[in-house]
């Protein structure tokens, strides 16, 4: 949004920092390291500015809604500050003016042929450990119309997967339409003859809305996959947590998408460390993923924030016990990914080629999103590009890559 509002300002813009008269750092606040992270790159984009190879520095997004105070006692030359929801004032201080009438206009910083859709903001789950509904607060659903003239725009740009995310999408519609809508948002987008895929990331397992399987079984576009964070099996840290959902709950849900859904892949995310979590629970959450045989997991280590509920747990586990406890459960899935890979051997799928690399297409099937699953293999064919979505046959696999031929 913001590029597209730059741009029609007749601003320059520029990935490279050396070329930049004024830089807007866009930060995270999410969990410390991402903390730091943008901390990091604020230092480093000051330093420029005081050496006299700048000359203004913004800083925008989540750290800034957290800790705006601290940022300006600590680091005074930053010029302006801007919460998430300030384009208009990041215009506004630019000297150029927000264009109401690009509301939805998004310049695709993603490859071509995929984009994000964002089909809310905020959240108003109770999660103890997380800080994002103090950061963007409560769930804000982005009505039907906008997402879907947001999709046609993208459309119009070449983009051919579509990857519906918001910080819990299941929740999509309850707060300006009385009633979760997920489904027929799916339904409505897969009804764009443009889209080859469409994928659902990070729905919330509590009160999970069961008809968008339906949506699922219907809608051969809609990605056979599913991002579910589920955090944690043990149901005194589920509760701790305030999860909503217990360990028995959250098995009959994955065997009930699994059985309305069949090859669908699973992706979730857990965190280990949390403040009361015990030897007994991680070995429970590792015997979880034994059972339920994820076929995609990423594990973080708990991290305190500030003004959360579990804040007042304090943070007991040190980090080196949490960097163990994470290991030991990526090394228990290690074997499950490579298992559930093998399954799929001699199986003919759709992927999307991205790159080439030593003579061969590297691509992702309709089980894995970008950045953060499995890659495919198939050696480079004529008549086939990048961004092309194509049959292809699997042959072999590891832990973590497919590998096979292009069929058609
Ligand atoms: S559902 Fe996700 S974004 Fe919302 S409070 Fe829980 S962890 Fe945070």
């Known amino acids: 949004m913001l590029y597209s509002q730059l741009l029609s300002n007749d601003f320059t813009l520029t990935d490279s920092i050396t070329d930049a008269d004024i830089a807007i750092v866009n930060t995270c606040g999410f969990i410390d390291a991402a903390k730091r992270q943008s ?72 490859p071509k042929y995929f984009s994000y859709i964002k089909i809310s903001e905020g959240c108003d789950n109770p999660c103890s450990f997380c800080a994002i509904p103090i950061m963007r607060g409560k769930h804000k659903t982005k009505p039907v119309e906008q997402v879907m003239d947001e999709t046609m725009r993208l459309v119009e740009k070449g983009v051919k997967e579509l990857i519906v995310i918001g910080q819990d999408t299941t929740y999509y519609g309850l707060d300006i339409y009385g009633e979760r809508k997920l489904a027929s948002l799916l339904t409505s987008l ?38 579910m964070p589920i955090q944690h099996a043990a ?3 589920l509760k701790s947590m305030r999860r909503g959902i217990t360990r028995k709950t959250t098995e009959n849900l994955i065997a009930t998408v699994r059985t309305s859904v069949p090859d669908i892949s699973l992706r979730t995310t857990l965190i280990v460390g949390y403040p009361n979590e015990t030897e007994a629970d991680v070995e429970e959450l590792v015997q979880f993923i034994k059972d339920v045989k994820f076929d995609r ?5 708990y991290s305190q924030e500030d003004d959360t509920t579990a804040y007042g747990l304090g943070d007991p586990i040190p980090e080196e016990e949490k960097e163990r406890r994470k290991e030991h459960v990526m090394e228990v899935q290690r ?26 297409f590297v691509g992702r099937t309709e089980w894995d999103a970008p950045e953060i699953d499995n890659e495919i293999f198939v050696p480079k064919k004529n008549g086939f590009h990048i961004g092309d979505f194509v049959k292809v046959k699997i042959e072999d696999a590891t832990e973590y890559d497919l590998y096979g031929e292009i069929i058609s």
């Open 335 to 360: 074997a499950i990914s490579l298992e559930q890979n093998e399954l799929r051997i001699g199986r003919t799928t759709r992927a999307v080629i991205e790159r080439i690399e030593e003579g061969n």
């Open 39 to 110: 901390v990091d790159t604020i230092l480093s984009v000051v330093e420029r500015k005081t050496s006299g190879q700048l000359e203004k520095v913004f800083v925008m997004g989540c750290l800034v809604e957290r800790y705006q105070k601290d940022l300006q006692k600590e680091i005074p030359e930053i010029d302006n500050f801007f919460g998430t929801n300030d384009l208009p004032k990041i215009l506004e201080a630019l000297g150029g003016k927000y264009k109401y009438e690009l509301l939805g206009e998004r310049t695709v910083s993603t």
């Open 190 to 227: 897969a009804s764009v003859k443009e889209l080859e895929w469409i994928r659902l990331m990070y729905a919330y397992p509590a009160k999970f809305p069961h008809d968008i399987l339906q949506s699922f079984s219907d809608n051969p576009k809609i990605c056979r996959y599913l991002d």
């Open 297 to 301: 997991l990423g594990v973080f280590t």
């Open 235 to 237: 149901d005194n840290v």
